[in-house]
């Protein structure tokens, strides 16, 4: 059974930090594109960050902020968020592709395999 299981959601104050990561069982991520993904109330699901065979991809409203990472051995991925704003308030999901893929992966088109989401929200 293909299953992508997210933590590390949570409130932080703005200028905090938080950890997201993502645990995957029924296969493995080896090679496979990556990505994070959010969606703020009312607003459409957007691409974060992604990590496909040519590098690492981040939305511009993220970049120098969020980092993300893959551990094969563990079979996790994770996004570190750093610098965090009221306005990367949000239910973030992985996700998992449905194989290699060479440049940007911001696209949810990519993806076949989802997590049920966890919800960050950074407020005073």
């Known amino acids: 059974q293909v299953q992508l299981v997210e933590s590390g959601g949570g409130l932080v104050q703005p200028g905090g930090s938080l950890r997201l990561s993502c645990a995957a069982s029924?296969?493995?991520?080896?090679?496979?594109?990556i990505g994070w993904f959010r969606q703020a109330p009312g607003k459409e699901r957007e691409g974060v960050s992604c990590?496909?065979?040519?590098?690492?991809f981040y939305v511009g409203t993220v970049k120098g902020r969020f980092t993300i990472s893959r551990d094969n051995a563990k079979n996790t991925l994770s996004l570190q968020m750093n610098g965090l704003k009221p306005e990367d308030t949000a239910v973030y999901y992985c996700?998992?592709?449905?194989?290699?893929?060479?440049?940007?992966?911001?696209?949810?088109?990519?993806?076949?395999?989802w997590g049920q989401g966890t919800q960050v929200t950074v407020s005073s």
């Open positions: 990590l496909s065979s040519t590098g690492t």
């Open positions: 029924g296969f493995t991520l080896n090679d496979l594109v």
């Open positions: 996700a998992v592709g449905r194989g290699r893929h060479y440049g940007t992966c911001l696209d949810s088109y990519l993806y076949g395999s």
